[in-house]
């Protein structure tokens, strides 16, 4: 019996030795995400708290004032009836106030908002997450895109880390970030709805991100992130009922399109666009909602494509090789080139296939 117990015991006792020797060795384990990233445990954030740090610093709030003149009633021009009122004034004003948000893009000072937020306003006031303000002086504005670029002089900027809205997914996870009826510096998160949205009528280029984030009056201008903190686009417009709530149909202007419109107005004072002169409506086939190609309805006198030779009646089948299967977008892609390059417009001309190489112009002032 002894001899069995000896047998059994020290292999045993050798068995724990070796175990507690392997699990010295073996380095402590601790949970990581995808990014490498330390994972969130019971003592640390949960959710989305660390991407409302990161960019919630970079996100303004914007007030703006202007005087509104209103012309009393047309019986005040009558003597007889102005004795009755306490002023003789013909024109009386006032201040109306509006709010909105903005995000800081640069450590200079330069502000990314919505060109409604701040269109004809007298002084622009620029209150930060940290509790600073500031006057803002208006860069520039861009009422076909409804962005406005603002300048505030403040040391200490944080501007924000962006992402790149062509990669984003529908479905994935995003926050707004603004300044719902004045409440301050707000958060809410839901998911993108939809890329690429247009058609809608509220700016004359459209390509929006759809969310379902709530997006309420105040939170134009503001910041719409991904679940990193980063900038996917400027919260511009929303689908409301008329009390003016949030219906969960946000859209916002993605931080591309918006950056490229920034440096244009700072740079140059005004967009950059290309243009090519002419008018286009969409063929659809009857089969589908897929554009078969673009008739050309009218062309500028003198203009880009009238002198490559583009004539009414032409049906665009390709740009630059590539098939027209999305009309908005095809005239989307051209605003976004420059004045001077060339591009290879390929027409259906009485059933023959003919193509006209254009060099974009610029679109002439309606001054």
């Known amino acids: 019996m002894r001899q069995v117990l000896k047998f059994i015991t020290w292999p045993t006792i050798a068995g724990i030795l070796v175990a507690f020797i392997i699990l010295d060795k073996i380095p402590e384990f601790t949970p990581q995400n995808s990014t490498g990233q330390v994972a969130q445990t019971a003592t640390t954030h949960t959710g989305y708290a660390l991407a409302v740090e990161a960019a919630s610093p970079s996100v303004v709030n914007i007030y703006t004032s202007k005087i509104v003149k209103e012309r009393p009633h047309p019986l005040l021009n009558d003597p007889f009836f102005r004795r009755f009122f306490k002023s003789n004034r013909r024109n009386t004003e006032r201040v109306q106030r509006s709010l909105g948000s903005g995000v800081i893009i640069s450590a200079e000072g330069l502000i ?3 060109n409604h937020v701040i269109a ?4 622009i006031l620029v209150l930060l997450h940290d509790g600073r303000e500031a006057i803002a002086t208006l860069a520039g504005s861009d009422p076909d895109t409804d962005l ?3 300048h505030i002089k403040l040391e200490n900027l944080e501007a924000i880390s962006t992402a790149n809205p062509s990669a984003a997914k529908v479905g994935d996870i995003v926050l707004a970030i603004g300044n719902p009826y004045g409440f301050g510096h707000s958060v809410s998160q ?4 939809a890329t690429g949205r247009y058609g809608l009528g509220l ?3 459209e390509n929006f991100i759809q969310t379902d984030a709530a997006i309420n009056q105040g939170n134009s201008g503001g910041a719409l992130v991904d679940s990193y903190g980063r900038l996917l686009g400027i919260n511009t417009a929303i689908y409301t009922s008329q009390g003016g709530g ?3 149909i946000g859209l916002a ?3 591309d399109l918006a950056l490229g419109i920034m440096d244009d107005l700072v740079n140059y004072g005004q967009v950059i666009r290309g243009w090519l002169g002419l008018e286009v409506r969409p ?3 009857r089969d589908s909602a897929t554009t078969n190609g673009l008739l050309v309805t009218s062309t500028y006198l003198n203009g880009p494509a009238d002198s490559a030779g583009l004539r009414q009646g032409d049906i665009i089948t390709h740009i630059d090789s590539q098939g027209v299967v999305d009309g908005r977008a095809t005239m989307h892609q051209i605003a976004m080139m420059r004045p001077g390059e060339s591009i290879a417009i390929t027409v259906s001309r009485n059933n023959r296939s003919l193509t006209l190489n254009v060099e974009l112009g610029t679109r002439p002032s309606l001054d």
Do not use: H, K, Q
């Open 246 to 248: 949030s219906m969960g």
């Open 112 to 114: 990314l908002t919505n």
């Open 283 to 285: 063929i659809i086939s």
């Open 253 to 255: 202007t993605p931080i």
């Open 120 to 123: 004809g306003a007298d002084e």
């Open 190 to 193: 839901g998911i993108i709805s």
């Open 148 to 150: 406005a670029v603002l």
């Open 203 to 205: 700016s004359t280029y």
